[in-house]
């Protein structure tokens, strides 16, 4: 994380582009700072300005355009869902925490870029309580650790939380959504996998990747153990303009995900959140492009195409539209 890309030089250098020939902005990263690991740029093509990783996280003159319909709580995560600080709870049995705002990677398309992190920070004990406080409802069958990425808190702090949550009698599931593997694959240390494999908890990760290439040997490594320890792996995708809004480099996703043992999960449309609008698909040929990637791999492979609308139960699912016969 010290040693991250912070800066458009450091990036510039990094993926070998003049930076000129960057479509860097500085108001754009004002807003939400450029941040990206070098593990991460070492799988940006050297040269490509085009490349659909760096267009994951390059701070872009196009998040600077003002457009109807995007705004800086597209979820209405702080007005609809405010109680608790740091605890959203839409869904029914599933309880999720903002355990931490960092993340180690800054994703422009980030729903969350603007959500007001310091508002809903909890100290350590403060979650305990919160987590013994969902605990004692019995409808809770489910506790989502998201964030920011909850894998930036230290080892120490997860399994205080794991131990916290399996000490309880009822059966719980304990869930991690992260982009950390991808990105830091290091991340997953032997001290995070004997958490998550001696706490005996159920534990499932759903893991953050868009595109074929943010998977290499070192990720698959790192997913590997997560795996020896009995954790359930999944991915979610969000469907990206220029990044993955195409069945072919769906399918490879699929496969390379497929092959480093993890099973595809969502892949969600944009949320309308303030300066991603060159990202956005529409629904017409999301929905076309599922019904292709459907003619090229097994049900299994299939990611389930979702939107969220704030107040529904749940995330709501579109259906493909199926190439004709
Ligand atoms: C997405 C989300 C969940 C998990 O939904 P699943 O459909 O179970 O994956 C839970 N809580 C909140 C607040 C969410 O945004
Ligand atoms: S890792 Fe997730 S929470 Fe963090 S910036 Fe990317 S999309 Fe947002």
Redesign the pocket.
Known sequence: MQRAIRTPAGLAAAVGIALEDLPYSQIADQGFPLLVPHAFAARIERGNVADPLLRQILAAQDETLTVAGYSNDPLAETSLYAGTPGLLQKYHGRALLVVTGQ?????R?????DYPYSDNAQSSTERLATIDQLLDDSSIGEIILS???PLLLLDEQITAIAQRIARHERDITLRIHT?LPIVIPDRVTTALTRTLSQTGLRSVMVL?SNHPNEIDQATAKAIQSLRDAGVTMLNQSVLLAGVNDNPDVLAALSDRLFAAGVLPYYIHMLDKVAGSSHFEVCEDSARRIMGELSALRPGYLIPKLAVERPGAASKRQLEPIYPSV
Not at 103 to 107: G, K
Not at 109 to 113: E, H, L, P
């Open positions: 993340c180690a990677i800054n994703c398309y980030c729903f969350r870029r964030g920011g990425d982009r953050h």
